[in-house]
């Protein structure tokens, strides 16, 4: 997946998936590309900038696995 974001008055950003730190030390505004699990269940992607005197702000967006396609075969 990938992760785009825009802060204002922001030293830095970090990202986390289900509560584990992925990406740290990131810019102010950018893309990552983020490893989502594929374990069939919703995932929470958490995006922290972190500002002057280590102020944060903090945005969370939940992520779902999109079921494969149904395929039907027709029989000759």
Not at 9 to 26: P, W
């Amino acid at each position: 997946m990938t992760a785009a974001w825009s802060t204002a008055n922001t030293n830095s950003v970090s990202i986390e998936v289900d509560n584990q730190q992925t990406a740290c030390g990131l810019p102010a505004s950018g893309t990552t590309t983020l490893q989502i699990p594929c374990d069939k269940a919703v995932n929470t992607v958490e995006l922290i900038a972190i500002g002057n005197g280590a102020k944060t702000a903090t945005q969370w967006a939940t992520v779902t696995e999109n079921p494969p396609p149904t395929t039907t075969t027709t029989a000759p």
